[in-house]
C-alpha cells in the first residue's frame, strides 16, 4: 500500500491561492484530492491520470483549482486559486489502480490530510 503524506494547507484570504503537494512512497496509477468540509461528509476535489492526459473535477472547484503530478518525484499538487469560504475543509490525499473517478472507492490509499481555511 502507497503511503501518502500531503503539505502545504494553511489561512488564506478570500480570493487568495494555495497549492497541496502530497508525496507518495510509490506508484500509483491515479491520484486524487478529496475533501471534507465542516459537518460535511467527504467529497471529490480532483484526480489525475498516471500520464496526466485524464483529469477530472468537481463542478465546485473547475476553473479555479488544477491538479497536477510529477511521476519522477511520486507527487501530486493541486493549486488552488480564488479561493473561497466555503472551500475550507481538510483535503485528502487518495491513490488507486482505477480510472479517475469521483468514488472514494475507487481509492486504496489515503493520507492523513491537511486543512485549509478560507477567511470572508
Known amino acids: 500500500q502507497v503511503q501518502l503524506v500531503e503539505s502545504g494547507g494553511g489561512l488564506v484570504q478570500a480570493g487568495g491561492s494555495l497549492r497541496l503537494s502530497c508525496a507518495a512512497s510509490?506508484?500509483?496509477?491515479?491520484m486524487g484530492w478529496f475533501r471534507q468540509r465542516p459537518g460535511k461528509e467527504r467529497e471529490f476535489v480532483a484526480a489525475i491520470s498516471r500520464s496526466s492526459l485524464k483529469t477530472s473535477y468537481a463542478d465546485s472547484v473547475k476553473g479555479r483549482f488544477t491538479i497536477s503530478r510529477d511521476n519522477v518525484q511520486n507527487t501530486v499538487s493541486l493549486q488552488m486559486n480564488n479561493l473561497r469560504p466555503e472551500d475550507t475543509a481538510v483535503y485528502y490525499c487518495a491513490s488507486g489502480e482505477q480510472w479517475p473517478s469521483p468514488n472514494g472507492a475507487a481509492y486504496s490509499s489515503w493520507g492523513q490530510g491537511t486543512e485549509v481555511t478560507v477567511s470572508s
Open positions: 510509490g506508484r500509483s496509477f491515479t
